[in-house]
């Protein structure tokens, strides 16, 4: 049923619950996982000008490294793991990667925003939801569920 599994990071410790998912149906149905990493760049376009962009780039895309690593790291060795690092808009260049990799199945986590919030702001994986090409397995993550990593810093990547 699935072949190529799509599974979009930010290299949080939430996302380690929907690699979970990601990883339990690769593994039933002998699949390979696509990792993900998109550089939103748009939050950084009223930058000054004698702001170093090759600096922020290259921290960004350093963070991105390090959270397809980490999905490397936690991946069973049965499972087929290939990574990738983009820039553009998060749920954009999913969906765009979701079609041109030829995937069957996004998994993707869920801060579980409701109400105003997701009204007014929506967030990658409802944009996402809508707009993929292919079935979107979203998994809820609790913030308060994840144990605290001391002296961790992630970029934003929504």
Same mark, same amino acid.
């Given at each position: 049923? $699935?072949? %190529?599994?799509?599974?979009? !990071? ?7 619950? /929907?690699?979970? $998912? ?12 696509? /990792?993900? $990493?998109?550089?939103? =760049? *748009?939050? $950084? ?6 702001? /170093? ?5 290259? /921290? ?18 049965? =499972? ?8 553009? *808009? ?9 079609? !041109?990799?030829? %995937?069957?199945? =996004?998994?993707?986590? !869920?801060?579980?925003?409701?109400? =105003?919030?997701? &009204?007014? &702001?929506?967030?990658?994986?409802? #944009?996402?939801? #809508? ?12 913030? *308060? ?7 961790? *810093? ?5």
């Amino acid at each position: 049923m $699935y072949d %190529c599994i799509l599974v979009p !990071t930010d290299g949080s410790p939430e996302v380690e619950r /929907a690699l979970e $998912y990601a990883f339990d149906l690769a593994r039933t149905h002998d699949a390979s996982i696509r /990792a993900l $990493y998109v550089v939103n =760049i *748009s939050g $950084y376009g009223g930058l000054p000008m004698e702001t /170093a962009w090759e600096g922020i780039n290259n /921290a960004l895309r350093g963070e991105g490294e390090t959270a397809v690593d980490r999905v490397e790291e936690l991946a069973p060795d049965d =499972i087929e793991v290939e990574t990738a690092i983009f820039e553009g *808009s998060p749920s954009r260049v999913i969906v765009e990667q979701a079609a !041109t990799e030829d %995937c069957d199945l =996004i998994v993707m986590g !869920t801060h579980g925003r409701g109400g =105003i919030d997701r &009204l007014l &702001l929506g967030s990658v994986t409802e #944009r996402v939801v #809508r707009q993929a090409p292919v079935p979107v397995l979203t998994v809820q993550v609790d913030p *308060s569920d994840v144990p605290e990593q001391p002296n961790e *810093s992630r970029a934003i990547v929504e």
